[in-house]
């Protein structure tokens, strides 16, 4: 067995400072992709945007048009409805399933919210265009009807034995297709206004309340960091210097802030400012500007996000789901209910194409009927991208989230340059395999597994 | 044989009767009955496939026999899980040591038990710290609490195994090959905990196939060949030849034999 005398000398000589932190390396290395992704568009549109060339890559980057506020509030209110879906698909990958028919999922829920807005609730039932009972209900059934369709694949897999893999490759048919017949392949649209404020730009908190989201969240990073600590040291564990927790305070805190002031940053249109003011029956005072702040959905997905990461560390569910991706039969003899397990984790995924059909269908303004196509490939890839082992028993919700940032960022900043479209998927394959490999490498190199 | 006697006269702590179990045709467990006294150490003996592994798991809800009983304290009773099993303080150390390789000694310790704070929350440093108490009494080299199971050599992963096992306040514990990856002493560690459970009055059936460990620690063996029954002898009763005799020829010694 270890040799203490031995073993512990040489690890205190080596720590260094990313040790100290106690930063995950492979998050740092994601982190830097993304950075390098930002950095490399930004100097590439700004080249694309200069009248003529120069050799000083300064003046590229002043001149980018990737990271300027537009661009930058445009991907994040992309990127919401994969990420949401891609947190659930962390938990079903980890538990070694797989689920093929989120997009189709996300297509029937829209559908059904979709008929509601339109003619069931204001018409069928009588309520009237615009009555406030019409968004929340609709959102209801939306979710309810996700959570049932997700648990239904889950039986199917947990207690009937079939593999998911064919379970939701079958439902990756059924479901988009049961939603056509349920719209009769109609578009969906107008829908509820409110409804609509859940989609990104209709719906935003504004600077001041963007800030005092911002500057809550930052207290709250801060407090969980203390917490962790506090609870360390009751129980007499080794805790980092307090430099290095003030330094990861400091990272997160201004993580947030800066991502709150590029989104205030972004000025409202004149003409769509105007078009609120009169909505309101007021007059726009003259020169009036204003940012658009947090969106909704984006706030959505940073609870979603905190949520699911609560459940994954510290709930006995997350812990479930860990255990019996890493030995199903070991987490059955520990007592758990594998199955059940199973037809939870489900149902939780289909609980998240609803919110993302939500979102989604918000973000477009009406429900058409190829709404979400393609998006299993992307929330796999992003769970995936994001270090989750097809193999189960390992995966994060930060991992994901950050993942599914990537691909929104890759594709929007190919588009900004003009990549033809057939090549930004080459280009998206090529990321997804080169990011496990390096994954496998990396794994290999630290002797996991 | 070690210690005290213990007392074989009132009710056994387990009986199992006239248990059978076939995978597929096979007769993994076939007709067999043994019991368990509280304070006492069975040791159940065979070649490999002889269906000792099978046999426990019955008990311990990981199968269902397809035929017999079992009774706990003299009750009948029906263990059709693991969770059943854990309800009548039955804890076991299985032979590939059932433990999630992507979670750390304290998550596998308390899995399907975790420690909660007031919130509901699970307490990883409470548990860590059980853990530490926990293995500082059975293994004190033991140090990699933070790392993966899988990180952590064959006789770390038994000490965690075993550590779950006694953890619980166990009244019947099984353990399938608990020193199979086991130095010198550490198995002299397991040996001295065996003795020490059986003290507070514990009932430990021991899959072994060590003799010598056999005539050491055990009270009684239990001897199967190909899912049957060999006998059950007094360990105090016979030498190791007479055992080794029984697991070879499957029957039982002649002046035995009655
Ligand atoms: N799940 C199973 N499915 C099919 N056959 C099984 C199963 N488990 C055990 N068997 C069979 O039952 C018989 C008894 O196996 P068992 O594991 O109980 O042996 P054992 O006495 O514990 O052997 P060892 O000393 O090698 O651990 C073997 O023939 C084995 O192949
Ligand atoms: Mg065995």
């Known amino acids: 067995m270890t040799k203490p005398a031995q073993d512990a000398a040489p690890r205190v000589a080596r720590r260094g400072l990313l040790q100290t932190l106690e930063i995950d390396t492979r998050l740092l290395g994601m982190i830097g992709a993304f950075l390098v992704i930002c950095i490399a568009f930004q100097g590439w549109t700004g080249i694309r945007a200069m009248a003529e060339f120069t050799l000083n890559p300064f003046a590229w980057l002043a001149n980018g048009r990737f990271l300027i506020p537009q661009n930058v509030f445009n991907i994040t209110i992309q990127m919401v409805s994969v990420a949401i879906m891609a947190t659930g698909m962390v938990f079903v990958i980890v538990t070694r399933n797989i689920d093929l028919s989120v997009g189709a999922m996300l297509c029937l829920c829209s559908a059904l919210m979709g008929i509601l807005q339109v003619t069931i609730l204001p018409k069928t039932l009588g309520l009237g265009i615009g009555h406030p009972a019409i968004a929340p209900l609709a959102m209801l059934a939306g979710l309810a009807l996700g959570t049932a369709v997700g648990a239904f694949t889950g039986w199917l897999v947990g207690y009937q034995g079939i593999p998911a893999f064919i379970v939701t490759l079958g439902g990756l048919l059924i479901w988009r297709n049961l939603g056509w017949y349920m719209t009769s392949g109609q578009t969906q649209g107008p829908l509820d206004s409110t409804f609509i404020l859940f989609g990104g730009a209709e719906g935003t908190l504004g600077p001041i309340w963007s800030w005092v989201v911002g500057l809550i969240a930052s207290a709250l990073a801060v407090l969980g960091l203390m917490q962790a600590r506090k609870a360390k040291e009751r129980h007499g564990f080794p805790v980092k210097p307090l430099w290095a927790e003030g330094v990861l305070a400091g990272i997160a805190c201004a993580a947030i802030l800066g991502l709150i002031a590029l989104l205030n940053a972004y000025e409202i249109p004149a003409g769509k400012l105007k078009r609120l003011f009169e909505a309101r029956g007021e007059a726009m005072p003259d020169g009036y500007t204003t940012g658009f702040g947090l969106p909704f959905s984006v706030l959505i997905l940073a609870l979603v996000a905190i949520a699911m990461t609560v459940v994954a560390k510290r709930t006995r569910f997350g812990r479930y789901i860990f255990a019996t991706g890493g030995n199903p039969d070991a987490a059955e003899l520990s007592g758990i209910n594998t199955r059940l397990l199973t037809v939870k984790v489900f149902a939780l995924m289909g609980f998240l194409c609803g919110l993302s059909a939500i979102i989604a269908q918000a973000r477009l303004q009406n429900h058409t009927n190829d709404i979400g196509t393609l998006d299993e490939l992307r929330v796999i890839a992003a769970a995936v991208i994001g270090g989750t082992a097809l193999a189960g028993g390992i995966g994060t919700i930060h991992g994901a989230i950050l993942g599914a940032l990537i691909m929104q960022s890759l594709q929007s900043g190919m588009a900004m340059v003009g990549v033809d479209s057939p090549f930004q998927n080459i280009v998206v394959g090529i990321v997804l395999a080169l990011a496990v490999w390096i994954d496998i490498q990396y794994r290999k190199r630290k002797g996991i597994r | ?258």
């Not at chain 2, 074989?8 to 067999?32: C, N, Q, Y």
């Not at chain 2, 990699?144 to 990180?151: G, M, R, T």
């Not at chain 2, 009763?237 to 005799?245: A, K, N, P």
């Open chain 2, 1 to 258: 044989m070690a210690g005290i006697a213990p007392n074989r006269e009132g009710t056994p702590l387990v009986e199992m009767r006239d248990i059978s179990i076939s995978f597929g045709g096979i007769k993994a467990v076939d007709h067999v009955s043994v019991d368990l006294y509280p304070g006492e150490v069975v040791g159940l003996l065979g070649h490999n496939g002889a269906g000792k592994s099978t046999l426990i798991k019955c008990l311990s809800g990981a199968y269902q026999a397809d035929a017999g009983e079992i009774l706990i304290e003299g009750q009948p009773v029906q263990i059709r899980n693991p969770r059943d099993a854990r309800a009548y303080n039955i804890e076991t150390i299985y032979q590939t040591l059932a433990l999630a390789d992507n979670l750390d000694a304290a998550s596998n310790l308390f899995l399907g038990r975790e420690l909660v704070t007031a919130t509901g929350l699970v307490d990883d440093s409470a548990m860590e710290a059980e853990t530490r108490k926990i293995m500082g009494r059975l293994n004190p080299n033991f140090r990699k609490f933070k790392e993966p199971v899988s990180a952590l050599s064959g006789g770390q992963r038994q000490s965690v195994a075993i550590a779950r096992a006694v953890y619980f306040n166990a009244k019947i514990l099984i353990m399938d090959e608990p020193t199979a990856a086991l130095g010198p002493h550490e198995t002299q560690m397991v040996a001295e905990l065996i003795q020490e459970l059986k003290a507070q009055g514990l009932g430990i059936f021991l899959i072994e196939h060590d003799i010598h460990n056999v005539m050491k620690l055990c009270d009684r063996a239990s001897v199967m060949k190909n899912g049957q029954l060999v006998g059950t002898v007094n360990v105090d009763e016979v030498t190791d030849d007479d055992i080794l005799g029984m697991i070879i020829l499957g029957k039982k010694p002649a002046h035995l034999a009655a």
